[in-house]
């Protein structure tokens, strides 16, 4: 007689024994056993499947959760101003840039389209969405007509006219080859932000150069509502590079018009844009170049950079 009665099943004939287990598999009434399991058992099974698949559930949604609150609106940003890394200063930026990022110094021959063919090609580039924005995706039927009096409603942009800013078209090179380049100058967006306009003219900053604040002055007696614009002002950073400098022209005025903020990521804004014509700087030596931006909220310090852009421009 063998111990293991599962080595004697083997042993015997198949056929009875295959009978015998499939009947005693749906119902043993020895031990009560439903296919195999008693009710005991198959409970365990249950509540053990009950409280797997509600973790699964639970985990599933926890991802969902976490997954929909980021992107549910992807126009807003889950982190905005004070906790994002940008920080809510905006910093300057400036058109063409060199090649090499690292560099700030746009340099060229007037004389040769070789040399400033590289610096027109940029601005072309930058400038193109400001060109065809009829034909950006949703900027078209987006635009809206905007004044200071009329600010676009959500969702809707305002338009960035660049034709009328002669010399500093396209078709003029930007006037590049005439050694009195323009330069362009955008605010970076920064989502929500609001500025706080330096609009009480009677007290415009100290600091500020004469020449744009009697700008200021001037436009505003015309029209006041101008004064709610962020400002901004070019000029050399040490008083031998303000001498070089020469005169600066600003297009279409000096600041970006308020109603452009905040920022909110509509489909086809485009940034404001200020062109700066250097009108006969002195050629055949490096010119340093600070523009600034001024809002009572754009924090100012030369030694972070913040608040302005630093360039210089060299011109043979
Ligand atoms: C000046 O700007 C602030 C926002 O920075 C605005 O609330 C206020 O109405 C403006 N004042 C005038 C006279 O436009
Ligand atoms: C103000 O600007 C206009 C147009 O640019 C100019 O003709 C006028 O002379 C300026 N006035 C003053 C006081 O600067």
């Known amino acids: 007689m063998s111990r293991n009665p599962r080595m004697e099943e083997f042993k015997m004939d198949g056929k009875p024994l295959k009978r015998r287990n499939f009947s005693s598999m749906l119902y043993n009434d020895e031990t009560g056993a439903i296919l195999g399991r008693t009710p005991e058992s198959w409970g365990k099974i249950l509540i053990f499947y009950v409280i797997f698949y509600a973790a699964l559930v639970a985990l599933f949604s926890i991802c969902m959760v976490t997954f929909l609150q980021q992107f549910i609106n992807p126009r807003v940003p889950r982190l905005q101003q004070e906790y994002s890394v940008i920080g809510t200063s905006p910093g300057l930026g400036f058109r063409p840039q060199p090649q090499d990022v690292r560099s700030t110094l746009i340099w060229y021959k007037g004389t040769s389209y070789e040399s400033y063919k590289y610096w027109e090609d940029q601005l072309i580039d930058f400038l193109s969405v400001y060109k065809k924005k009829g034909q950006t995706?949703?900027?078209?039927?987006?635009?809206?007509?905007?004044?200071?009096?009329?600010?676009?409603?959500?969702?809707?942009?305002?338009?960035?006219?660049?034709?009328?800013?002669?010399?500093?078209?396209?078709?003029?090179?930007?006037?590049?080859?005439?050694?009195?380049?323009?330069?362009?100058?955008?605010?970076?967006?920064?989502?929500?932000?609001?500025?706080?306009?330096?609009?009480?003219?009677?007290?415009?900053?100290?600091?500020?150069?004469?020449?744009?604040?009697?700008?200021?002055?001037?436009?505003?007696?015309?029209?006041?509502?101008?004064?709610?614009?962020?400002?901004?002002?070019?000029?050399?950073?040490?008083?031998?590079?303000?001498?070089?400098?020469?005169?600066?022209?600003?297009?279409?005025?000096?600041?970006?018009?308020?109603?452009?903020?905040?920022?909110?990521?509509?489909?086809?804004?485009?940034?404001?844009?200020?062109?700066?014509?250097?009108?006969?700087?002195?050629?055949?030596?490096?010119?340093?170049?600070e523009c600034r931006a001024w809002a009572q909220n754009i924090q100012y310090s030369r030694k972070e950079r913040l608040g302005l852009v630093h360039f210089e421009i060299m011109l043979n």
Not at 168 to 182: A, D, M, Q, R, T
Not at 200 to 210: C, G, H
Not at 256 to 264: A, H, L, V
Request: proline share 10%; aromatic share 14%.
């Open 137 to 289: 995706a949703g900027a078209g039927q987006n635009i809206f007509n905007c004044d200071f009096k009329n600010p676009p409603p959500k969702g809707k942009v305002c338009d960035v006219d660049i034709r009328g800013w002669d010399p500093c078209i396209e078709e003029n090179h930007f006037s590049l080859h005439k050694s009195s380049p323009c330069i362009f100058l955008k605010l970076n967006k920064i989502y929500g932000w609001r500025p706080e306009f330096y609009n009480d003219t009677a007290n415009l900053p100290e600091d500020m150069p004469k020449d744009v604040k009697s700008q200021i002055l001037n436009m505003t007696s015309y029209n006041r509502d101008y004064a709610n614009s962020v400002w901004v002002s070019c000029q050399g950073e040490t008083p031998a590079d303000k001498e070089m400098i020469g005169p600066v022209k600003y297009f279409p005025y000096p600041g970006f018009p308020g109603y452009f903020y905040p920022y909110e990521n509509a489909e086809g804004y485009l940034s404001p844009l200020v062109a700066i014509h250097l009108e006969n700087p002195k050629s055949g030596v490096v010119i340093n170049i």
